[in-house]
């Protein structure tokens, strides 16, 4: 007899917030984007909750075990692969590409290529600016090839400071190295 108190429960409560839960719903996931809508979602979570869930338990938070059964269908729905829409769906009213007349020509007889000499004098330079933590990440990573878990491992230093160490001096080589001062006329 529980069992039959607890669905009337559940049946009741998604009965009643049924737009409280789809508006959730369409808060988090865009249903344009993923091609699906907020009631269908609602509904399938509904369905899997009649259909799996063990009446014969007391379920403590009825609200609660819904709103969850949702927020892990929507992680669900974003985690699939993302659909991807094709230029053509772009067109204006008169059917023209609408992004290729904001797209500029290059001339392609102008290529740019970078003095080597000047940049890696650029880089040594700007590399002695940074702190003796930056410059070692940043020569381990981008020139030695180390991984980030080789380096914690060896250092015995957490992964989030390195990664914090190499940002912040990728941060400053960015301000000190300016790339349009390397550039090779042609």
Known sequence: MKGKKENRGLKTFISSEYRNLVSYVRRYLNERYYNVSAEDVVQDVAVNLFS?????EH?????????QSIKNKIID?????KKEIPFEKFSNEEGEDAFSGNIPVLDESIHFEIDDERFYNELNNALSKLSPNQQMIFVATEIEGYTFEELSDELDIPIGT???WKHRGVKKLKKLIKLDDLYIEN
């Open 162 to 164: 390195l990664l914090s």
């Open 52 to 56: 799996k869930l063990d009446f014969d």
């Open 59 to 67: 379920l403590e938070n009825v609200a609660g075990y819904v709103y």
């Open 77 to 81: 729905f974003q985690r699939k692969k």
